[in-house]
């Protein structure tokens, strides 16, 4: 029975790395910062990360015991790459679990407010989220975020409709503005 346990967690590292490692690849989409507003800076790159991993979740959230387990561990990772992000950035030990509780703060609020959207099906209060969050200090001068929150959209449908065994085997790939990854 212990034996089982470890195996089991072992094969979960390794759906979680492969998911991880798909999800922050179309994170990292170049038509995102090119095409779609987003800007390549660490805080873009954060916010991108952020509202795919959102996406993800949603996905999971139907998704039997075991994928919800596999979306907590992937929560786990995306928290301690933040973590180490914020160190190669030179942020001091003292530092880090306040830019931390931030950031997490920062990402459970994302997490309301593109829900509360994207429940309601509404790409507009999706797109005035998206320019409030990714553009804070802008306010009415922000770039228009209409095409990132239509591509939410129809990438949550999408997920709605994958095959739980995709999800399960920490296959789900995300289609991208140019095309599948």
Do not use: C
């Not at 561990?73 to 973590?83: G, K, L, N």
């Amino acid at each position: 029975m212990l034996f089982g346990y470890f195996r089991q967690k072992k094969h979960n590292r390794i759906i979680v790395e492969r998911q991880y490692a798909a999800l922050t690849a179309t994170a990292r989409t170049p038509v995102f910062y090119a095409e779609l507003g987003v800007p390549d800076t660490v805080m873009g790159r954060f916010e991108m990360l952020s509202l795919v991993l959102i996406l993800y979740f949603r996905r999971m959230r139907q998704s039997a015991r075991g994928g919800q387990e596999i979306a907590q561990e992937i929560i786990d990772a995306f928290f301690e790459d933040v973590d180490h992000s914020i160190r190669e950035l030179g942020i001091g030990d003292q530092g880090v679990p306040k830019r931390m509780k931030k950031l997490a703060g920062m990402f459970f609020g994302r997490l309301e407010a593109y829900a509360s959207a994207l429940d309601k099906d509404d790409a507009s209060l999706l797109a005035s989220a998206l320019r409030r969050n990714i553009y804070p200090e802008m306010g009415d001068d922000a770039p228009d975020m209409a095409g990132l929150a239509e591509w939410m959209m129809d990438a949550e449908r999408r997920l709605r409709a994958l095959d739980e065994e995709v999800v399960e085997t920490g296959s789900v790939r995300l289609d991208t503005p140019g095309g599948l990854l």
